[in-house]
């Protein structure tokens, strides 16, 4: 019987923005992240006497329309590893809407190694990590736990990704501020389509994440925190000037997230460590340390209405039961 595989959702501090493949969903950049611990995906995979993919998410049959993406990626699937046989897919998220992460990355990287279980394709995690990038860029990263890197490459087989630190001894912990959790208004597919395209910063951004991923490794080699934290949200506010750039110009941002952003300075300020960065939404996520974090809640708490955080830590990579 095949094992379920779980995989944890990770949050970029150097940012994925823009495909130079959009079918194979290369990257023009590498990028670099943290796996997360509490949100995470179950997914096992069931090999079915029957001519097409059955998915069920959260034990809900899928219909046609809301399973055309795991099914057009269990096309791929077979395309790559040349079988026929058509599965059902059994996928519990534990990412609540409510937490404010994208579903996505933990989602397609529980399917990849599920389906390797399953159809008994014997991958390493490299190719469970390529596997993965076909189905969304951030699930490439979602392989391993602690730090990792996406290293960007120019075919299939060279675009996957590499741990970087699985279990650092570093004091950081992820507080996401939810602020909405409505659909993004524009996905972050078109979004870096768009900003690729007309932005006329898109060309240094390959230079600075180049130059980014370099001093953060340092500093995560360095356990400096301080030292990620200003990298990381130097990186999150260039990857959203590339949309505000774009033209027509558009943001992920919600008048709230320029608040929190603002509020963050004036913690830190006061001495606290607090550094943000922010995916394709409007909610932030704040980098904190074990002392900072309860500072930083209470804080915001007190001072804004409407909205919620979870904390979250450093998570591990692929596991299986
Ligand atoms: O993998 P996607 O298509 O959901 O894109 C992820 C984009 C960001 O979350 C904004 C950045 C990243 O590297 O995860």
Redesign the pocket.
Known sequence: MARTARAYT???L????GKKDKAL?LPWTS?L?LTLDKFYTDTKSTIIDNDHDVVYLNDELLDDSSSLRIRNYLDVVRKMYGFNDHLQINSTNHVPLSAGF?S??SGFAALAASVNETMNLNLSNKEISILARNG????T?SIYGGFVE?IAGNSNETSFAEPIDENPDIDIVLLSVVISEAEKSI???KG?ELSVKTSPFYSNWSTLVASEIIKIKQAIANKDLQQIGEIAEHNALS?HALTLSAQPPYTYFAPETIRIIQIVKTLRQQGFLAYVTI??GPNVKIICSKQSVKAVKDYLDKNVQNVSTFEAHIGKGIQYF
């Open positions: 990770n949050i970029a150097i940012k994925y923005w969903k990028s992240s994208a996505s990355a969304s860029g951030s699930a990263r996406w996905s972050s597919t870096m990857m995916d394709a």
